[in-house]
């Protein structure tokens, strides 16, 4: 019967190393730590510069490893496409950048399998709650404004559009 371990890890994207978290906790399993890392570093390479976390899979006997990769927070993805380090320090009155539609919509899209929301629509509205509570506008209007809109109806043809597009 074959033992397994799973080792949990945050890593920035696309820049893991052999070093701390990986290395002190990969070695004392006798596997190559080294192509786990490489391995880590091609399936994350598309959240280059985010914390994304990743679960290692290693069979202690056949020294065999399997990596899966969860998805970002919400809010580092708000972050990356709206441009800014952070989020504002007074969300209610600063306003720090902005997303567009199509960028809540594929935000929605990448966070789809983590979240609870059984629709796009329900998966922008949370989304744009994000963007609240952030300070980050969305269409350049305040995200509260934005929310009653995708509430009233007004986006449903984009997302219709975008839900029959995947």
Do not use: H
């Not at 994304?52 to 998805?71: A, C, H, L, N, Q």
């Not at 960028?103 to 979240?115: P, R």
């Amino acid at each position: 019967m074959t033992d397994k371990k799973v080792v949990s890890v945050l890593v920035m994207g696309g820049e893991a190393t052999a070093g701390a978290p990986l290395g002190p906790q990969l070695g004392p399993l006798g596997v190559n730590v080294l192509a786990i890392v490489n391995e880590i570093n091609k399936v994350t390479g598309d959240f280059k510069g985010m914390r994304v976390p990743v679960k290692i899979e290693v069979d202690t006997e056949t020294k065999g490893f399997g990596v899966s990769v969860g998805t970002p927070t919400t809010s580092a993805l708000v972050v990356k496409e709206a441009g800014v380090p952070k989020g504002s320090g007074k969300p209610n009155t600063d306003l720090v950048g902005n997303v567009t539609f199509d960028k809540v919509l594929t935000i929605a899209k990448v966070k789809m399998g983590d979240s609870y929301a059984k629709s796009i629509r329900s998966a922008v509205k949370e989304v744009v709650g994000s963007c609240v509570s952030m300070g980050v506008k969305v269409e350049n209007q305040d995200p509260r404004a934005f929310q009653k809109e995708v509430e009233g109806g007004k986006w449903d043809k984009q997302i219709a559009a975008f839900e029959s597009d995947k």
